[in-house]
Antibody, heavy 119, light 109 residues
Framework: QVQLVQSGAEVKKPGSSVKVSCKAA????????FNWVRQAPGQGLEWMGRIVPLFDSSHYAQRFQDRFTITADDSASTAYMELRSLRSEDTAVYYC????????????WGQGTLVTVSS | SYVLTQTPSVSVAPGKTATITCGGN??????VQWYQQKPGQAPVLVIHYDSDRPSGIPERISGSNSGNTATLTISRVEAGDEADYYC????????????FGGGTKLTVL
């Protein structure tokens, strides 16, 4: 099972962008599908999108499509998410999580990265 | 888009059985996953493909799915089971977007 380690907490101004990394250890990086899920304070889980490094293919939840990008660097075994035009409502913990056909679900999660958007 | 509905909270005494439901239109035709999340921690997959347990998940935790309701059952509840539980499916009508239920807070009395 892959281990996922995310970059540290970020504090951003409204209107700026944030980029969070997710380094994978164990297994073959390109064999996984990496998803991003966020959780606002006191709220539930919200799926944002995924990338399949093997095919360099990504898909985003409609509400994020215009300001959200997921990329992957196979050589660094790292997936990234970038969220632009940040607003206060984007304050949340952002998780990367890997999907496998074996489980049909998100069976490995990063530790989460808190992104705070505040003026 | 597809919507999953969960009861916000469930309370149960230690040793009893907790039942957490997840409602969705014809959810029985989809594969359902369940995640357990304790405060300050990342979610953990506890049930996949409706009723399968990943390695390390106790047999006290089980799942079922039929019709418009998926169910997570925790038998012989322990204090350590207190957590938020989320159901999740992949929405095949939108290129397998992930859909989560709103979550259920399980309180052990």
């Amino acid at each position: 099972q892959v281990q996922l380690v995310q970059s540290g907490a970020e504090v951003k101004k409204p209107g700026s962008s944030v980029k969070v990394s997710c380094k994978a250890a164990g297994g073959t990086f390109s064999s996984y599908t990496f998803n991003w899920v966020r959780q606002a304070p006191g709220q539930g889980l919200e799926w944002m999108g995924r990338i399949v490094p093997l095919f360099d293919s990504s898909h985003y939840a409609q509400r994020f499509q215009d300001r959200f990008t997921i990329t992957a660097d196979d050589s660094a075994s790292t997936a990234y998410m970038e969220l632009r035009s940040l607003r206060s409502e984007d304050t949340a913990v952002y998780y990367c999580a890997s999907y496998s056909d074996t489980s049909g679900g998100l069976d490995s999660w990063g530790q989460g990265t808190l992104v705070t958007v505040s003026s | 888009s597809y919507v999953l509905t969960q009861t916000p909270s469930v309370s149960v005494a230690p040793g009893k059985t907790a039942t957490i439901t997840c409602g969705g239109n014809n959810i029985g035709s989809k594969s359902v996953q369940w995640y357990q999340q304790k405060p300050g921690q990342a979610p953990v997959l506890v049930i996949h493909y409706d009723s399968d347990r990943p390695s390390g998940i106790p047999e006290r935790i089980s799942g079922s799915n039929s019709g418009n309701t998926a169910t997570l059952t925790i038998s012989r509840v322990e204090a350590g089971d207190e957590a938020d539980y989320y159901c999740q499916v992949w929405d095949t009508s939108s290129d397998h977007e992930g859909i989560f239920g709103g979550g259920t807070k399980l309180t052990v009395l």
